[in-house]
């Protein structure tokens, strides 16, 4: 969208920020931390103390210069919440906010839910992040790596990145690597690392739920899994 947009020349530029809503080492960004970030990313060299007075500057830089800002990893809206006034100012900016929480409707914005990728567009997204060539020789173990991943892009960038670490790897040496992984169930470091904070942060009724979920094949019906939990059906 952000790459869209400055395209078409509906904004002049962009400016990205970490919000850290799930990182595993550090804790998410304060909200105000995240208003004076955006600031200095838009070349404030002062950033006042009061609050009123930051938002009135952000939304005058937004109206002299129109930019996509992207809030990247939300761990709620309580978060970005100085941002939200000043960005519903008529004007070109646009603002993108990713977050894993599903986010309550606010006037002024639309929810895109985003699922899994189709096996095309994953295999697109595979070979961009670890070079054509290497896709392209080694299409069949390619296509299967790209399987594993079942579409999820967070498990797909994952796969990338050990993919890219080990450039002297053969992708098929990679297939067989997680195939064995998968096999004795064991999850990859880097997964549990981020799905472990989300897991962490729901109370034990769900986290008997998720448990029992993740016991079931990885496509079933709805019925099935009804049935599975012990869910009364409506």
């Not at 919000?19 to 931390?33: F, S």
């Amino acid at each position: 969208l952000a790459r869209h947009l400055l395209e078409d020349g509906s904004v002049e530029h962009a400016v990205a920020v970490d919000l850290r809503g799930h990182d595993t080492h550090l804790p998410p960004t304060e909200p105000r931390a995240t208003l004076d970030a955006v600031l200095r990313r838009l070349g404030a060299v002062v950033v006042p103390d009061e609050l009123d007075e930051a938002q009135a500057q952000l939304g005058q830089r937004l109206r002299d210069r129109p930019c996509v800002l992207l809030l990247d990893d939300a761990a709620d809206l309580v978060q970005v919440a100085p941002l939200l006034d000043p960005l519903c100012e008529p004007g070109r900016s646009a603002l993108v906010i990713t977050t894993r929480v599903q986010p309550p409707p606010l006037d002024g914005t639309h929810v895109v839910a985003l699922g899994p990728l189709d096996h095309a567009a994953a295999m697109q997204s595979f070979a961009a992040a670890v070079g054509l060539s290497r896709v392209s020789a080694e299409a069949d173990a390619a296509s299967a790596l790209t399987a594993l991943a079942d579409g999820h892009p967070l498990a797909l960038g994952l796969l990338a990145q050990q993919v890219v670490a080990r450039p002297d790897w053969p992708l098929a040496d990679h297939l067989a690597r997680h195939r064995a992984r998968r096999e004795q169930l064991r999850v990859a470091e880097e997964v549990d690392a981020v799905i472990r904070p989300a897991y962490d942060a729901v109370g034990e009724a769900a986290r008997s739920v998720l448990r029992r979920v993740a016991s079931l094949p990885a496509a079933v019906e709805g019925d099935v899994l009804v049935e599975a939990l012990d869910l009364p059906a409506t």
